[in-house]
């Protein structure tokens, strides 16, 4: 059990990694693109930015609720379903970002 704790934890904390490749990546090609491309991807940006805050929002306040060892098991589940969601989610931004927006006239 202790093994999966710690990686989940690394897991969980390799989301920041993404997160900020996310927007490193978005901001840098930003300024390279066409018109059309850099709404995309303002819209991207905006969209992925709002997810993540909505998660975190909501892992705070699932975390502030529970009580016992069960309901604890259910929000980590949860929360690391999400949480992989929306982190495979901002790695197809990422691609977005490099592969198909310079692409985009």
Do not use: Q
């Not at 709002?50 to 699932?62: G, N, P």
């Not at 592969?99 to 006239?105: E, F, H, K, Q, Y």
């Amino acid at each position: 059990m202790k093994s999966l704790r710690r990686w989940l934890g690394l897991w969980w904390i390799s989301w920041f990694g993404i997160i900020g490749g996310f927007l490193m990546v978005g901001i840098g090609e930003f300024r390279h693109e066409s018109p059309t491309a850099s709404h995309c991807s303002i819209v991207l940006m905006a969209v992925t930015f709002l997810l993540w805050t909505v998660f975190f929002i909501a892992e705070y306040r699932a975390r502030k609720r529970i009580e016992g060892e069960a309901n604890v098991t259910v929000v980590v589940d949860l929360l690391t379903m999400t949480g992989t969601f929306l982190a495979v989610f901002t790695v197809l931004g990422i691609g977005f970002f490099v592969v198909v927006a310079p692409r985009i006239p």
